[in-house]
């Protein structure tokens, strides 16, 4: 790179460069072009590997002398014998497979088996995991695992929990647990405290035959409180024979975050997706976090009680078993960068005027109601980094006189001010536009 008279096409940084930019296809034909283009380009060539049997994929002699840079292998029902027999890629990082039957699972536990040491990311979409455990414990490294269309059976859950205890990301979707240990619920020292975990993603979970008179959601509940460093939550469930939202969000919801014994400090990212939270329920959520950027309840209330915990000082904080008031480093309203509650309420009560001028980091808004003129009366908007809106505005001046058009143009130009924002969708903004004098073609919206 000193060297300044070096054709540019022959140093290997510059041709890394130009191949983020190429497809396989011209991978494959740039390979061709000299000795820096082969040595350099062959890494991004091999990097991912898709096996299907409907499909062509790398065998042979030439899998055996670029197995070395090998990253990702993904199987699709198909386990041909030279890719399971590897050994040595020592760059593999990550394996996801798709098996229609349990037996299929058992062909790739010798690959994953002989890779333990650099592998970090597995993903299953199968049955049942009873032949991999053995090897999943054995990968050190292991960071995420994501499982579909599974079932962990009796017999397996305390391995399930031991790579519980490893991974820092799990993501368990159409999934189900038949049994959780007799003394899971109870259970007050370490066996079933999972100290790695920041990420749990939870897509229609379910829990077989909880302890009585417990439910499902309230296990679920249970193990999202044993994972003190959660920083990322999503929960979706559907209603499913008598258990409704409303008893999941009793069940789930107020054990998982309003527990005495509990907080969510860490918890920056929560996303639940079928909830039907009360205004009073998120607030208490909030009051205990610290650190919140992302904040999804599309069912969920967000009222005057979480604005005023969004705007708070202080938080909710617990010392020697006793819960105490502690200052915020900074409120969550300076941290929130996305905020999405349920559109359906036709009330207004101020909450999206008061988001968006004292929310400098928000980027994304889908909310309820507001009107033109809580706007035009309200402090300027600090959300000028908004990249989509969705909201319900309402109309709620004279639109014939002076008076009410000036507000529509308030809130015509603190919209138009929004120079980042690619997606907006105002209910009746059509509307806000013909009484403000100006009409969709001609506002340059």
Known sequence: ????????????????????????????????????????????????????????????????????????LTFFYYFPEDYLSLQGCDRLQSIRCEVQRKSDLRQISDLIDSHSSTITYLTFTCPSLGDIWEPLLKCTRLEVLSVSKTRIFENEIDQFFQVFKQIKYLNMTDASISQLPSDFLGDEADKYIFPNMSTLYLHNVRIHNPPRPYTSSYCLGILTRRCPKLQSLYLYDYKKGSLTMDQLHLDFCRTAFLHHTYTVANLSDLSLASMKIKDEDMAAILRRMTQLRRLKVPWGKFGQLSMRELLADEHEALEDGNIVQKRRGRRLCDMVEELEWSEQSERTDGVIQAILSNCPRLKKLKGSTMTVTEVANGAEWVSTGLTEMQVNLVVDVDQTTEEGKEKGRIVYDRIHSLARLYGCYCSRYNRLLSFAGMTPENSQS
């Not at 054709?7 to 190429?22: A, C, H, Q």
């Not at 898709?50 to 002699?61: I, K, L, N, R």
Request: aromatic content about 12%; charged content about 25%; overall charge negative.
């Open 1 to 72: 790179m000193n060297n300044l008279n070096s054709n540019p096409l022959d140093i290997p940084e510059i041709v890394s460069l130009v191949g983020r930019f190429l497809d396989y296809d011209d991978c494959l034909r740039c390979i061709r072009v000299s000795k820096t283009f082969h040595n350099t380009l062959a890494k991004a060539i091999w990097r991912d590997i898709c096996v299907d049997a409907d499909s062509t994929y790398p065998s042979g002699e030439a899998l055996y002398n670029y197995k070395k840079y090998i990253e990702d």
